[in-house]
């Protein structure tokens, strides 16, 4: 930036100040110039957000493992759910770390905003940098639990096999979909504080609509696809087929979850952008 | 081989006053509020126009504000609550956008409208430097750079590893500014940084920003502390319910500012009772010197007997602060409520009014002792103190010649201090 001002000396200024149009462009090259700040917002919340608990980053873990013993009382052995020839708990699980990364992500990232009041409107940066840091500091959560699940899966003798190169992005699309949807969530959010008591019913409902106590094969083909407009199931159905072999080959699901949360990115970061230029007062 | 550093054209901002007054909205708000509003604004999208808002539901907190600053100006922003100084430092610094005109920047823009934005708590004063100076725009090449000149401006070297929440007000204050007043920006913004604090801080707070300032970049302060932005400024923009009403040399300015401070209090000739003249040693506008005595006057007609009232003459600060408050009951002076016009004379003792403006109020307060009313008007004068003071007495409200003493065993000898400097000179 200073070398610009050197280039250039006075007479093009560095920044206009305007009122904008109706439609902003998003400023990716801006958001790439402050990633510094990216990384230390990630950085903080990563490192904030176990401070002063007892269990500390074991929370991480808790969740998910609890959530599998449930599941796997209820559905697996009561009502007996079929789980694609894989023992249950490790098909619930498989879908639970993901599904975990993907709905606190939601939670947070719909909260950022309004958290780091104090910062939105006491200083400039690209706005976009708070949810997606949120976002970004749960992979560390994944991560945690995704060792659990390599114990789980060397317990029960599952291998992967060649097919786990593709996990990576399956985290991507988990990763996208997490962000698209927070962004709505976090903008919407500084407006309407409805969002705060609307987004755990989300969650829950999101949950059931996606494969994560039942395999998506219960259903038929041409509604399969249609199923997976929710850009999870593609997620969930890629972890497994990824490491736990399952049968059902994802391709077109996880094509149609991919456009659906590309999509669902896309329009976020335009609305978010667009609403960004009133969060310093209403927020 | 000055050049424009900040241009300001026709810059307005614009509320909605629903919008400031709630904390925020809910959708059900959002719904009954508006089915029609959405056919507006989507028909004002059509159109090319922006919806406004309905009328009586905004208000303007900046309007046909225009301005230019020259690259290594500092320039004081003032004005009182309210005037929009701070929604001008949120647009300049890119937080809020502005609803009309526009705002050109010449160079690298840092705002520092709060100490310590974005401070964790939880995190170690280390964490905070570094995590402080990305929020501010700095890379962290440049921060490790800065860091031990940071730690030592803030005098915490031995806590830099303890969380931030461990931290005295005062240290955590001191790291927050260290970390900002590193900040090397072309075109620095700051706002009221100074009022938080103590007196030290403050200082090194002043001291930090004429240095900035020396090394030739542009500042926009905004302060109420007219010391500090004497000292500071080259020029003064005076800013009046969003509007620019004076900008020029930085003496009058603040004069200007003073004198809309009394604006909308001399309009207050109520009924039966008015102010027809305020003087300082029979003149309209009052300059005296530090250490004098003066008097302060007043006329005042009454067009009816009052039964009973209270008079009273104060001195205030640009702060807002009362600094010497003079009851007058009436019964002291039994005519004064009779019929016709009345002249009081206050006079005052030498105060030691620290050099610079402050305002002099004369107010009534007369009760109707049957309908229970009281009648409250005021009028007020600005006072221009000057004098010969040392720097350091600057951060004391007064500035007394103080004659001090250094007794020796039993024999003491009294040291008199003729010279202002004696009484700063001593160690603290």
């Known amino acids: ?283 | 081989m000055p050049s424009t550093a900040i241009r300001v054209h026709q810059l307005g901002k614009q509320f909605q006053l629903g919008a400031r007054k709630e904390r925020y909205r809910t959708v059900r708000d959002a719904l009954t509020e508006g089915a029609s509003r959405i056919w507006q604004s989507s028909r004002g999208l059509l159109r090319g126009t922006r919806r406004r808002g309905r009328a009586g539901e905004t208000f303007w907190a900046l309007r046909d504000v225009s301005f230019d600053v020259q690259g290594g100006e500092v320039i004081g922003l003032i004005g009182r609550n309210g005037a929009g100084k701070s929604t001008l430092l949120k647009v300049l610094s890119q937080i809020t956008e502005p609803t009309a005109g526009y705002a050109d920047l010449y160079g690298r823009v840092g705002a520092l409208l709060e100490v310590g934005t974005g401070f964790h708590p939880e995190l170690s004063g280390r964490e905070n430097v570094f995590l402080n100076g990305a929020i501010l725009g700095m890379k962290r090449a440049e921060i490790r750079r800065h860091f031990d000149a940071i730690v030592a401006f803030a005098e915490i070297e031995q806590f830099i590893d303890t969380p931030a929440k461990r931290y005295s007000t005062g240290m955590y204050m001191r790291l927050a500014f260290a970390v900002a007043a590193h900040l090397q920006p072309d075109i620095l913004l700051v706002d009221e940084v100074l009022a938080v604090g103590d007196a030290a801080f403050q200082k090194k707070c002043i001291g930090k920003m004429g240095e900035v300032a020396k090394q030739g970049r542009t500042i926009v302060f905004v302060s109420h502390n007219m010391a500090a932005v004497r000292t500071l400024c080259t020029r003064g923009i005076v800013l009046d319910r969003g509007e620019v009403s004076y900008q020029g040399d930085i003496e009058r300015a603040i004069y200007q500012y003073f004198e809309s401070l009394a604006t909308p209090s001399a309009a207050s000739s109520d009924g039966p009772v008015s102010f027809t003249e305020v003087r300082i040693g029979g003149r309209p506008t009052g300059s005296i010197q530090s250490g004098d005595p003066f008097t302060a006057s007043c006329r005042f007609s009454l067009a009816a007997a009052l039964p009973s009232f209270r008079i009273l003459c104060a001195i205030q600060s640009v702060n807002g602060d009362a600094l010497a408050v003079a009851p007058l009951h009436h019964h002291e002076f039994r005519h004064l409520n009779e019929e016709g016009i009345h002249e009081l004379h206050a006079s005052f003792p030498p105060l030691w009014l620290r050099p610079g403006v402050y305002s002099l109020h004369f107010r009534l307060q007369a009760n109707d002792l049957n309908s229970g009313k009281s009648t409250y008007i005021s009028d007020s004068i600005m006072l221009d103190v000057s004098g010969d003071v040392a720097p350091e007495m600057l951060y004391g409200a007064l500035t007394p010649r103080v004659e001090w003493a250094a007794p020796r065993n039993s024999s003491s000898r009294a040291v008199n201090s003729e010279a202002p400097h004696a009484g700063a000179a001593a160690p603290r």
């Not at chain 1, 755990?200 to 399969?224: C, D, G, K, N």
């Open chain 1, 1 to 283: 930036m200073m070398s610009d001002q050197a280039a250039v000396p006075a007479r093009t200024p560095m920044l206009h100040l305007a009122p904008s149009e109706s439609w902003v462009s998003l400023r990716l090259g801006q958001l790439w110039e402050y990633r510094e700040l990216l990384y230390f917002l990630t950085w903080r919340d990563i490192k904030v957000r176990y401070k002063q608990t007892a269990l500390g980053a074991a929370w991480a873990i808790i969740q998910p493992l609890l959530t599998m013993l449930v599941f796997s009382l209820f559905f697996g052995r009561l009502a007996k759910m079929p789980s694609d020839n894989v023992p249950y708990p490790i098909f619930t699980f498989a879908a639970l770390a993901p599904w975990t990364f993907f709905a606190n992500g939601l939670l947070q990232s719909s909260n950022s905003l309004v958290l780091n009041t104090n910062l939105v409107t006491k200083v400039y940066f690209p706005r976009l940098a708070i949810p997606i840091a949120t976002t970004l500091a749960g992979v560390v959560d994944f991560c945690l639990a995704f060792v659990v699940l390599l114990g789980m899966m060397a317990f029960y003798g599952v291998h992967p096999g060649a097919r786990v190169i593709w996990l990576p992005a399956f985290l991507l699309l988990a990763l996208v979909s997490a962000l698209g949807v927070g962004l709505w969530l976090s903008a919407l959010n500084v407006k309407y504080r409805d969002i705060r008591y609307v987004v755990p019913f989300l969650v829950q409902f999101w949950m059931f609509a996606t494969p994560i106590a039942y395999p998506s094969s219960l259903l038929q083909e041409p509604w399969r696809t249609v199923y997976s407009l929710n850009p999870m199931v593609g997620v969930v159905e890629g972890f497994r087929w990824a490491l736990l072999r399952t049968g059902t080959a994802p391709g077109p699901m996880v094509l149609v979850s991919s456009l659906a949360a590309a999509v669902i990115l896309v329009g976020g970061a335009f609305y978010f952008r667009r609403m960004e230029r009133t969060f310093a007062d209403t927020v």
